[in-house]
């Protein structure tokens, strides 16, 4: 009698542990797929990444993406929030998987070696606050679907070997207070739309091959503080009305592309 009660109650016990287990491991599944994505979406990075061996060691597959190097997460999901890769020598292009980061905020991938073109999938990544691709290789067009990033506050691009016009959807970014595009050979004219934008700070667009002249409309830009146009091939001259945009701190332009009288601001 006492050793059947045992028994049963040994079998509760097992029975007991096997579901505590099942448990555990439904959580432990749940938590790595909002991560587990982020951490394959990182690798496919990589894996376009040249010379990545040495400067990202320590992205090895694993499941803990969330220490890799560069990388930061939201402490519950797991999902990546910030990228860094900052002056690490990087090569390669940019793998169109970055479209996978759904959560990431902040990218940060100045100073490398970066080639090929800016995938059109940087569009997909919605919550992009911060995008920095300065000083790399890349070329060709910038595309539109960085007008899909309605979250965006920085987009510096400066420094690369980007191509074919300013998108005129660029406008479109609602709160984009630092427009950076200089050094590269972008051309044609600087989109109107862009100077109906109160919220943008800082336009940099010097050493470009961009045409055409400067509209009245650039006194629309009421919070920007800093304008730089030199390098280009601008024509024409400056808009009387300039002299009227008080919050204009730093303004630069090719005082020799225009009429010398109207060049002193
Ligand atoms: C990225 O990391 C580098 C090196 O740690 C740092 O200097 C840089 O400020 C970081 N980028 C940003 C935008 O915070
Ligand atoms: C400006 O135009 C001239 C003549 O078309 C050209 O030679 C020069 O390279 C251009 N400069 C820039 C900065 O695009
Ligand atoms: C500058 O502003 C003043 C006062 O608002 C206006 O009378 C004048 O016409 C403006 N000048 C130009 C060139 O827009």
């Known amino acids: 009698m006492a050793q ?3 028994r049963r109650w040994a079998a509760r016990v097992v029975a007991l542990v096997v579901v505590l287990g099942l448990l555990l491991a439904a959580a432990a599944a749940e938590e790595g797929d909002g991560g587990g994505g982020d ?16 400067a990202l060691a320590d992205w090895d597959g694993g499941r803990d993406h969330c220490a890799w190097r560069g990388v930061a997460c939201d402490a519950n999901s797991f999902a990546v929030l910030s990228l860094n890769l900052s002056n690490l020598n990087l090569g390669g292009e940019i793998s169109p998987a970055i479209g ?36 790399n290789l890349l070329y060709g067009d910038i595309p539109f679907s960085i007008s899909k990033l309605k979250q965006l506050e920085d987009l510096i691009l400066k ?7 300013i998108p005129s959807t660029l406008s479109q970014i609602p709160n984009l207070k630092i427009l950076d595009l200089a050094q590269n050979q972008l051309t044609g004219d600087i989109p109107r739309l862009i100077y109906w934008n109160e919220v943008l700070q800082y336009l940099g667009l010097r050493g470009n091959s961009l045409t055409g002249t400067l509209s009245p409309d650039m ?16 024509t024409g001259t400056i808009p009387l009305s300039i002299g009227n ?6 303004l630069y332009v090719a ?6 009288d109207q060049c002193i601001i």
């Open 159 to 165: 420094n690369n070997q980007l191509t074919g016009p």
């Open 4 to 6: 059947s009660s045992l």
């Open 100 to 135: 996978e980061l759904k959560a990431l905020q902040f990218m940060d991938l100045k100073g490398n070696k970066l080639t090929g073109q800016i995938p059109d999938e940087i569009g997909d990544c919605v919550s992009l606050k911060y995008l920095d691709l300065s000083f």
């Open 39 to 54: 951490g394959a979406a990182l690798m496919a990075l990589k894996a376009g990444f040249g010379n990545a061996a040495n």
């Open 245 to 250: 945009c008080t919050s204009f701190e730093i």
């Open 255 to 260: 005082c020799y592309d225009f009429i010398i």
């Open 219 to 234: 006194c629309q830009l009421t919070g920007l503080w800093y304008f730089d146009v030199r390098g280009n091939n601008l």
